[in-house]
């Protein structure tokens, strides 16, 4: 404990040296996930996963709960998983009564926090570097297919368990959607597959990002890669993080600003702590790949939960058919819970109804009134307002 403090103590005083932080700048701003987790006390661990197409992703552990000196035997192992433009950190950033990932270290769990090829803890790769055209050629079809079942692998591996607890946000959820109705062998390790701000089809969202969705459409595709190239799309780097804590640390009315950018893109919200803003800032966004956004907003156009779309001409290469394959939902026979939010601009409740009518295993359906797309994670009343009713169910399924 005394080598944590020490550590965070002077990576706090060269920063401040250097001038990367304000003395008004909180640490948790300038940490990694594992710092995060144990400057609130927890143990942490970093893994890296080779994926079975050359990515090297590093995801992280909360082995016990903070209370405990080592971990009990034959703990269940529960893996979270991010959202579009996140990390693993987004379950750690806030405190430990209100962030799931404590949450659930407390509750007995093996927490496993998993992140996404091209975010700010997947930027390597056994043959190309981050700065190739080569390493960005991704979308979340990707990520569902080669990274979620990869990690899954390799976290019941190390835990020496036969299967898991998936909980996904936002794109967390959408790569589960998919592989788990294609992935039979990946289905079989799912014990119980937890949805919060359920994403699949994307057709209603209200979002201001739906009126980029014109620049993916396939007849206008190259559009997205002639303004954004063909590489990263708002990666985590220290002109990003600099910037956030200057525009939103100190004056009430800075983290005002901030956090109406967060709300503008994801629903309104009374539920944010306003003295976190400059934390969440910092740590997000994350990155991902232009491709990425472009998958995105071809499924805001067609409105369909599909592959991507290459033209009719490259969907002959890739798919041997003109049109990109569809995700069928009635496939996935996991045990699902829904948990969604009225005020959600991104998972919107007329898309959920799709989710609603083609799951065939829902096993919890909650609204919860008066939250938006990032209440799921960051929200003052998560355990009170969700998290006390997730981990019952849960205790159901272990």
Known sequence: MYTLKYSLFFAFLINVVFGNIDLGSDIDEFINTTLLIQSKGYPAEAHDVHTDDGYILTIHRIPHSRNEREPTSNRPVVFLQHGLLDASSSWVINFPDQSLGFILADAGYDVWLGNMRGNTYGIRHEKFQSNQNEFWDFSWSDMAKHDLPSMISYILDISQQKDLIYIGHSQGTLIGFSEFGLNENLANKIRL??????????????????????????????????????????????????????????????????????????????????????????????????????????????GKFQMYDYGSKKNLIHYNQTTPPQYDLRKVNVPTALYWANNDWLADPTDIKYLRSNLPNIVDDYEILNWNHLDFIWATNTQEFLYGRLVDLMKKFS
């Open 193 to 302: 597959f937890v949805a919060l701000g359920p994403v699949a089809t994307v057709k209603y969202i209200k979002s201001p990002v739906r009126y980029l969705a014109d620049l993916g459409a396939p007849t206008n595709q190259e559009m997205w890669y002639n303004i954004f190239g063909r590489k990263d799309f708002l990666p985590s780097s220290k002109m990003i993080e600099w910037f956030a804590d200057k525009l939103c640390n100190f004056e009430a009315t800075d983290k005002l600003i901030c956090s109406n950018i967060l709300v503008a893109f994801c629903g309104p919200t009374n539920f944010l702590n306003m003295t976190r803003v400059p934390v969440y800032t910092t740590h997000t966004p994350a990155g991902t790949s232009v491709k990425n956004l472009a998958h995105f907003a071809q499924s805001v156009i067609s």
